[in-house]
């Protein structure tokens, strides 16, 4: 992924040095860089505006290049790891961990049998102190 990444961008630099004498305004993989790189692609060396079809192919490139870039970012998430581990101690027979972390179907389940009996319950405890339950979509932004 990050060679493609590269890659794309190697190529989009070339293309856009080609046909502007501005195209060392881009430093690296910035939401900036990408900007300033759209800004110079639209004129060739000599002033003179370019092709519509040239515009929109920068264009094209410049997009899949910053949603490649957004792509890239490590998903934190918005659970806290304090709060879940608190959660498991005091309701976790009720299964509000499972809903807080975001397993609604196990949140349900453990909440019917009381928190598996007061096995799983333990089982929560222990996992989340471990950093092996994690919630369902990224991670915990505070650890």
Avoid: C
Avoid at 17 to 31: L, T, V, Y
Avoid at 57 to 77: E, M, T, W
């Amino acid at each position: 992924m990050k060679v493609r990444f590269i890659l794309t961008l190697f190529v989009f630099s070339l293309l856009t040095a080609i046909s502007s004498s501005e195209a060392h305004a881009i430093s690296g993989p910035s939401k900036q860089g990408m900007h300033q790189v759209h800004a110079t692609a639209t004129t060739a060396e000599g002033g003179q505006a370019l092709s519509k079809k040239a515009v929109r192919k920068a264009n094209r490139l410049n997009k899949k290049i910053q949603k490649q870039f957004d792509n890239s970012k490590p998903n934190r998430g918005d659970r806290s790891f304090i709060v879940a581990i608190v959660l498991s101690i005091f309701f976790g027979l009720l299964g509000v961990d499972r809903f807080y972390l975001g397993y609604i179907f196990l949140g349900i389940l453990k909440l019917i049998t009381l928190g598996g009996f007061g096995v799983w319950y333990l089982i929560d405890i222990i996992l989340i102190a471990a950093n092996s339950l994690r919630p369902k979509h990224g991670e915990y932004y505070d650890h």
